[in-house]
Structures are given as C-alpha cells and as structure tokens.
C-alpha cells in the first residue's frame, strides 16, 4: 500500500481542511466526537461503547467534573482511543458542585459567590468579568493534570464556551494548543477565519452540537444528515450516556444523552456510514498540521 504524504501546514492554506489532511477532493469527513467525558460514570460508560462498537471517533474529557478520576483511569486503559480536553470554565446547573482546578484564590474572577464555577446560565457573567490572565492558570492546570498523568491529548475544545467565548480567550486556546502541540476545536465563523488565516485547518461546515436537535425524531434526522454530509472536513459534537438519569444529576439532559448513545451504537448508522461512503476520522490528523505551527 502506497502511504499518503503527510500534509504540510502551508498545504493547508486555500484548500478545504479534508483535502489539507490528505484526503482526496470529494471526500467526506466526518469527526463525531463524545463531549463530556468525565461528567457522570454512565457518560464515561457510554463514551466507552460508543467509541469501541458505535461510529464515534473520540471523546473530550472535562478535567474538573466529578467522574474525571474515573475517565482518567479508562483513558489510561484504553490508550488507543483518541481524546482531546473539554476546558471547562462553567458547571452544569446548582446541583453541581464544581471547582476549579487551580487554587481558588488564584482564579477569583472565574468563581462564584460561592467559590465554585459559575452555572452555564451564568456563562455572560463569567464572560464579562473573567480576567484572562486568571482564565490561563485554569487552562494551564487543566491541561497540566492531563499530562501529568501520562496521556497524550490530541485537542482542546470548549465546554459550554463556543470557541471560549471571547476573542481573547480564543486566541489564548490556538496558543495553548499550538504550545502543546496539539490541535483545537474552532467552529464560530470568526474563529474559523482567524485560524484559516494561519493555514491552520478548522472544519469546512456548520458546526452539529446534539443538543441543539430535538429528541422526537432525532435519529432519522441524524440519518438524513449523513445521507446529506457534503464533501470536507465536518464535526458533530455528541453526548451519550447510559441508564436512568441519576436523581442528584436533574440538569444533564439524559434524555439526550440517551437517544445519542443509542444513535451512536445502532447498527443502521454505521450501515448508513459504509453506504455514504462517509470516512470517520479524529483530530489526530489536525494535530498533525496544528504542531507544526
């Protein structure tokens, strides 16, 4: 088998981000990445299957949700499965009880009253008032925690924060990323220009969050996207978890993590996939070009 050479960064400039990454034109891509690994023991649990026996390409671990020790510990045992980290800057909803990772005293404008994260209701607050220096000591520890248990991360992405949320705090994640030699997730139209400008390759279409679809009918409409898919590098951010919805966890939306662990394992998705032609890939390859930036 001939092997493809590997892209260059400057090749990634005036092209779509597929053909950038080596794939011929025409192709289409697809990264269906597991977001939130690390939040509940069921979402670990499902990520797990969805990965190993469904159609997803990876997953993002959120460094300081409650389940992270466990995650860390399955990443450990599973160290072909390819992960990014989920920066996390917001909790879920009250009954979440997260903390940063730094020192609370290091990091005060990203807390709230009570020394804990703000809510993703209350992400403008957090925007308005969070000090970018303060923003970077949580990031750095965050991605610090990763690496200094041994793995190997092939991205950063954003929990809750579309492309961080500010302009800034963009740039601060392209320049953590590009420092660690990793690649990062960048879907808004401005990130997306900003990174393009770089010969840094962003995906080619509108950005899929499973959240942002309603459960009655879900499937069918995951279905005819994939029939749909056009040629390039596209992403789909998916959130399955297995089981009832634990009592003390009411907000995680476990109706759709249950429709998008069972969309991700059917077996006429992966059939619908084969059929389309759809090559399912992870951000390894963007990390490729990003690290030599």
Known sequence: MTQQAEPT?????????????????????????????????????????AVRQGVASSTSLMVPAPAAAQALELLHAEPEMPFG??????????????????ARDDVPSLLDEHGLLHTSAESAQLLERARI???????????????????????????????????????????????????????????????????????????LDSFALPIAGKAERLLQLLRDLPAGLSEWAVHPALGAEPTTAADLGWAVRRSDHAFLVSPLTRDVVAAEGIVLTDYERLQRVWSRG
């Not at 800057?89 to 979440?96: E, I, Q, V, W």
């Open 9 to 49: 960064r400057g090749e990634a400039q005036g092209r779509t981000a597929a053909q950038a990454l080596g794939f011929p034109v025409g192709a289409r891509v697809l990264i269906i990445n597991c977001d939130d690994l690390g939040i509940h023991p069921s979402v670990n649990a499902a990520v797990l299957e």
């Open 85 to 102: 980290i989920h920066l996390t800057l917001t909790r879920d909803g009250p009954a979440h009880r997260w903390a940063p990772v730094s």
């Open 133 to 207: 220096e303060e923003v970077e000591r949580e990031l750095r520890a965050q991605i610090d925690t990763v690496v200094r248990h041994g793995l190997d991360p092939t991205h950063l992405d954003w929990h809750v924060l579309a492309d961080g949320g500010r302009g800034d705090v963009l740039e601060l994640t392209i320049a953590l990323a590009l420092e660690h030699g990793l690649a990062a997730r960048v879907w808004l139209d401005d990130g997306r220009r900003r990174a393009r400008a770089r010969g840094l390759p962003v995906v080619d279409h509108d950005f």
